[in-house]
């Protein structure tokens, strides 16, 4: 390891939550409005009412809707698009029988898309639709961000969960992008400063769009 990287503890999904914040705080004028959610618990299920499954975001957006023009806040939703900012596994050359190698992102190759996550193939999973996946990677390519894709690992022998499911849940179109990271959940995650750069530069992208 040499100083391309940065080795730390919980960096999922601390990592993401830097990109996602760094990048809508670079954005200035969007065209559409932008907004960022932080949540947390997501872990353990994003319970309790700081998670996602909470009723915060939908109450908010209807507050805000309500003070503006009274239109419908279900019409706003469903006219949405989310990047669920999460981290993706990087081959580990430790442990590569583990990852499926056509299907897998390496770190210092960018930010990495995935069309779907869940265990055991898809179960519990979001699964991004075939159009919004090159809607995201057409903005990626018009803006010069350096983009992979991936699977969470081997078909039965990997795999996670994020809270993209929950968005989706809602009629909105979404997809889990964010870092690569080395030994994900171990007590010491190691991702690229490329990635890491890559991925704030994602994020701006999509927010101006």
Same mark, same amino acid.
């Given at each position: 390891?040499?100083?391309?990287?940065? *080795?730390?503890?919980?960096?999922?999904?601390?990592?993401?939550?830097?990109?996602? +914040?760094k990048?809508?705080?670079?954005?200035?004028?969007?065209k559409?409005?932008? /907004?960022?959610?932080?949540?947390?618990?997501?872990?353990?299920?994003?319970?309790?009412?700081?998670g996602?499954?909470?009723?915060?975001?939908? $109450?908010?957006?209807?507050?805000?809707?309500?003070?503006?023009?009274?239109?419908?806040?279900?019409?706003?939703?469903?006219?949405?698009?989310c /990047?669920?900012?999460? #981290? *993706?596994? =990087? #081959?580990?050359?430790?442990?590569? !029988?583990?990852?499926?190698?056509?299907?897998?992102?390496?770190?210092?190759?960018?930010?990495?898309? $995935?069309?779907?996550?869940?265990?055991?193939?898809?179960?519990? !999973?979001?699964? =991004?639709?075939?159009?919004?996946?090159?809607?995201?990677?057409?903005?990626?390519?018009?803006?010069?961000?350096?983009? @992979?894709? !991936?699977?969470? *690992?081997?078909?039965d @022998?990997g795999?996670?969960?994020?809270?993209? @499911?929950?968005?989706?849940? +809602?009629?909105?179109?979404?997809?889990?992008?964010?870092?690569?990271?080395?030994? $994900?959940?171990?007590?010491?995650?190691?991702?690229?400063?490329?990635?890491?750069?890559?991925?704030?530069?994602?994020?701006?992208?999509?927010l101006?769009m």
């Open positions: 390891l040499d100083e391309s990287f940065v *080795g730390a503890y919980g960096q999922d999904d601390r990592v993401c939550a830097f990109t996602t +914040l990048g809508i705080f670079a954005v200035q004028n969007p559409k409005t932008a /907004l960022a959610i932080l949540v947390d618990k997501e872990e353990i299920g994003s319970t309790g009412n700081t996602m499954l909470s009723a915060f975001f939908e $109450m908010t957006l209807a507050e805000i809707i309500e003070k503006i023009n009274g239109n419908c806040t279900i019409t706003t939703i469903e006219n949405s698009a /990047l669920s900012s999460d #981290v *993706g596994a =990087a #081959v580990d050359p430790n442990y590569e !029988s583990v990852y499926e190698k056509r299907n897998a992102a390496f770190a210092g190759c960018g930010m990495v898309l $995935m069309k779907y996550t869940g265990a055991r193939g898809k179960s519990e !999973s979001s699964d =991004a639709s075939a159009e919004f996946v090159y809607e995201i990677g057409k903005i990626l390519d018009d803006n010069g961000v350096i983009w @992979q894709t !991936s699977e969470l *690992g081997k078909v @022998q795999g996670g969960g994020t809270i993209a @499911q929950y968005v989706a849940n +809602l009629n909105m179109d979404v997809i889990d992008c964010g870092v690569p990271v080395l030994s $994900m959940h171990a007590p010491f995650e190691v991702i690229s400063k490329a990635d890491l750069y890559e991925t704030y530069r994602g994020y701006e992208a999509f101006h």
